[in-house]
C-alpha cells in the first residue's frame, strides 16, 4: 500500500488493484485485461505509481485508475519497489534488482546475492536498502553498486522502511518475532516486538 498524490493505493493477488481518497471508501481498479498476476509492491514518485508483481509484472499510471502494462526483460517475481533521488529501484526473487528513471525503460543491477530472495526495499537518507531472506540486508547510495551488510540473524526479513532518522525491518524468525533498527544501514541493533505472530510489513509516514 502506498499513499501519494491524495490517493491511496491497494494491491493484492489475482491483480486486484483498489483506490481510495479517504481511506474509507474504495474503488475497485482491477484490470485483468492488462495483468490477472499477483500483485506485492506499489510506490509513487515522479508523478507515477508503479506497481510490481509475479511473473516480471510492471504496471504504471499516473492517476492511479488507468494502468499501463510495462514490457521488461525481468525474470521472475518483484516483491517490493520504492522511489528515491530520481529512481525507482524494484527487487525480486534470485536477489534481482532493477532500476529505472521513468518507471518504463529498467536496468538490470548486480546484486551479488544470486540465490537470494529479496522481499523490499526503501529509501533513506541518501540511501537505497533491501532487505530479504537468510538475514540479507544490502545498501547503495545510487540503486547502482550494492553492498551486503550483516544483520547479525539468518532469518527472513520481510519489510524495510525509513522513517524518523531510522531503518527498520521486520523479521520471521522460529525463536519469535524481531525487529531490526538502524541509524545508517550500516549497522543494525535486534529489537524485541512483544509479539510471537508472524510480521510482514512496516512503514512510516511524517
Known amino acids: 500500500v502506498t499513499y501519494r498524490n491524495s490517493t491511496f493505493v491497494i494491491v493484492g493477488e489475482s491483480g486486484i488493484i483498489l483506490t481510495s481518497s479517504n481511506g474509507t471508501g474504495w474503488e475497485d481498479r482491477t484490470d485483468k485485461n492488462v495483468t490477472s498476476r499477483d500483485l506485492y509492491g506499489v510506490t509513487y514518485g515522479n508523478g507515477l505509481f508503479v506497481i510490481v508483481g509475479g511473473s516480471r509484472t510492471i504496471l504504471t499510471s499516473s492517476d ?3 494502468w499501463t502494462k ?3 526483460n525481468i525474470q521472475g517475481n518483484l516483491y517490493g519497489v520504492t522511489y528515491g533521488n530520481g529512481l ?8 534481482t534488482i532493477f532500476t529505472s528513471s521513468d518507471g518504463t525503460t529498467w536496468t538490470q543491477r548486480t546484486s551479488g546475492t544470486s540465490k537470494i530472495l529479496l522481499t523490499g526495499v526503501t529509501y533513506g537518507n541518501g540511501l537505497f536498502v533491501t532487505v530479504g531472506w537468510k538475514g540479507t540486508i544490502l545498501t547503495s547510495p545510487d540503486g547502482t553498486t550494492w553492498t551486503k551488510r550483516s544483520s547479525g540473524i539468518s532469518d527472513r526479513l520481510m519489510g524495510v522502511t525509513y522513517g524518523n532518522g531510522l531503518f527498520m525491518t521486520v523479521v520471521r524468525s522460529r525463536k519469535g518475532r524481531i525487529i531490526l533498527t538502524s541509524s545508517d544501514g550500516n549497522t543494525w541493533t535486534e529489537r524485541t516486538s512483544g509479539t510471537t505472530e508472524n510480521l510482514y510489513g512496516v512503514t512510516y509516514k511524517e
Open 70 to 72: 510495462r514490457s521488461s
Open 88 to 95: 525507482f529501484v524494484t527487487v525480486g526473487r534470485r536477489g
Open 64 to 66: 492511479g485508475t488507468t
